[in-house]
């Protein structure tokens, strides 16, 4: 029997079907990769946005992102971006963090009670040019550097800022040995290097498994194509029509040019070269 290619980690629609699941595995797998990022054991989460839902993907919420509740109220939100965006990622991020942080019942209760929030962006592009570390923490800071606030936490992992290591011990750091998940798992070449990540976290154990599981098993591929196929025709679709946008306001923005140079008596021909249109209609301007 013909074995199928593992499918890529790396696509949103893989990362939320290994992640978002109410299973053993999959809670394993996210309690180890917030872990990781947090910097504090794990010990249950829940999804609270599991479906793949393909209803509107015009709504921002068409990202599928991961949003996980803790058992002490601590929220985290979890998203995989295999490609840049024309979105402004700096903003994005801002307001994802914002929303969390001021989406919490305060009514009665100080402002003191508000619990941390968290933003965990892994990016399969570089997002910040000028920054050498493959993971970063961003906070509310003084300008001397030192922190204002803890409370609103968004962090970065960049896979392409990633070095792969000697060795795999569980002493390295356990935000790089996810970020080598995500870049060995379809490299068949990277075997080795796959089968030492998944003997030192139980979590990445649980996350191969998983992938492996959603590899074979029709149906969810099938889910994962479907959404992927509706996402990329929406987003054609905006391309195709912010395209001929462009290409209308460029018309009319000869159309004005011809008829100005036209008020200022400028030679038919003249006008003709410059634009592009035909004689007869810059006469009928």
């Not at 919490?104 to 965990?120: A, F, M, W």
């Not at 935000?175 to 080795?192: C, D, I």
């Amino acid at each position: 029997m013909q074995s199928i290619p593992l499918l890529d980690p790396r696509r949103d629609a893989v990362f939320k079907t290994i992640f978002s699941k109410e299973t053993k595995e999959s809670s394993t797998a996210r309690n180890s990769i917030i872990s990781a990022f947090i910097g504090r054991k794990i010990q249950s989460s829940t999804v609270l946005n599991p479906e793949l839902t393909i209803e509107d993907v015009r709504d921002k919420a068409a990202r599928l992102d991961i949003l996980c509740v803790l058992e002490d109220g601590t929220q985290v939100n979890l998203e995989m971006q295999m490609c840049n965006t024309s979105d402004s990622i700096e903003d994005r991020l801002c307001y994802y963090c914002s929303q969390l942080y001021t989406g919490q019942e305060l009514r009665g209760l100080s402002y003191s009670t508000l619990k941390p929030v968290y933003i965990i962006l892994i990016s399969n592009q570089t997002i910040f040019e000028k920054v050498d570390k493959y993971v970063s923490l961003i906070q509310y800071r003084f300008e001397d550097g030192t922190s204002f606030s803890n409370k609103l936490n968004i962090f970065t992992l960049e896979l392409s800022k990633i070095d792969e290591p000697a060795t795999i011990t569980k002493e390295l750091d356990p935000v790089q040995r996810w970020g080598l998940f995500f870049t060995s798992a379809v490299n068949q070449e990277k075997k080795k290097l796959l089968d030492d990540l998944v003997e030192t976290d139980e979590g990445i154990l649980m996350a191969e498994k998983l992938l492996y599981e959603v590899t074979q098993d029709d149906y969810e591929r099938a889910r994962i194509f479907s959404r992927e196929k509706i996402l990329n025709d929406y987003y054609a679709g905006l391309a195709s029509a912010e395209q001929k946008g462009i290409e209308e306001g460029i018309e009319q923005g000869l159309l004005q040019t011809a008829k100005t140079m036209k008020e200022k008596g400028f030679p038919i021909e003249e006008i003709c070269s410059i634009t592009g249109f035909p004689a007869d209609k810059i006469g009928s301007l």
